[in-house]
């Protein structure tokens, strides 16, 4: 069988361009099964090149990144820290771990495992609003609005500011998502009245459109995109497919 090596030697002496884009890419590809623990594709790639690069790229990084971009939790830790949460549950089995590591997995866009994760913590805690709060958004990155909704809603009359004010914004993007357009005008704006953030104004802004009331649309872009100009780095970061969003829009 040909090694990777040979597969690249081959492209590289058929046209350099394409062979070194190729081999980055396929690297590229790689390491991140590797850091994803995508065991299976990794193998899969290193010994099978190109294609395989290829699906990985569309039916998981693509997949991945797309399912929670701009919907950050806060306070979501890093890779790293699954093994040890894996040890932990594995001698202490408490509901803290199943939520620190559903978080985890929520950011790496691996849904079903945050939804497992965040569903044995309530089973150890029913309580805990952390745990359900982050379930309903869960369900709501995997277009389950109406399995959401009793579970945001309830979090958000306990403590409308949970999360600083996440909670909140995933019951605006639920409302919304099932229609309810006049209520989760209402959320975005309570979410407005105690936060600045770019997802609440553009979202915001595109209900306003929906409602033929450009105006208004318009001044909530104007003001994501001046508050992004003085944002810290790691804010603008977060933020940025709002306000490309924003500057779509307003064009």
């Not at 569903?119 to 277009?143: M, N, P, T, V």
């Not at 909704?149 to 909140?168: M, T, W």
């Not at 006049?182 to 979202?203: C, E, G, M, N, P």
Request: charged share 25%; net charge positive.
């Amino acid at each position: 069988m040909p090694s990777p090596l040979n597969y690249y030697l081959y492209w590289l002496r058929a046209n350099p361009v394409v062979g070194i884009v190729a081999g980055i890419f396929w690297l590229w590809m790689l390491i991140d099964a590797i850091r994803r623990a995508e065991w299976l594709w990794a193998v899969f790639m290193f010994l099978f090149p190109g294609l395989t690069s290829l699906f990985y790229f569309f039916l998981v990084y693509r997949a991945a990144a797309s399912a929670t971009q701009g919907f950050e939790l806060p306070g979501a830790s890093s890779r790293r820290r699954i093994k040890e949460l894996e040890t932990l549950i594995h001698n202490l089995d408490k509901p803290h771990h199943y939520l620190e590591l559903g978080d985890i997995y929520f950011q790496k866009g691996n849904l079903s495992k945050s939804e497992e994760c965040y569903r044995a913590s309530l089973q150890r805690d029913a309580q805990d609003i952390d745990a359900r709060a982050h379930l309903g958004q869960c369900l709501l990155r995997q277009k389950r609005a109406g399995e959401a909704r009793p579970i945001l809603q309830q979090v958000c009359a306990e403590n409308p500011k949970h999360d600083y004010g996440h909670s909140l914004m995933a019951y605006a993007e639920t409302l919304a998502s099932l229609g309810e357009i006049d209520s989760a005008i209402a959320a975005w704006k309570q979410v407005l009245q105690d936060h600045t953030y770019a997802r609440a104004r553009v979202q915001l802004g595109e209900l306003y459109l929906a409602t033929k009331q450009p105006e208004l649309a318009a001044a909530e872009f104007r003001e994501a995109i001046s508050d992004d100009r003085h944002a810290p780095g790691y804010q603008r970061k977060r933020d940025r497919v709002w306000i490309w969003r924003a500057k779509r829009l307003l064009r």
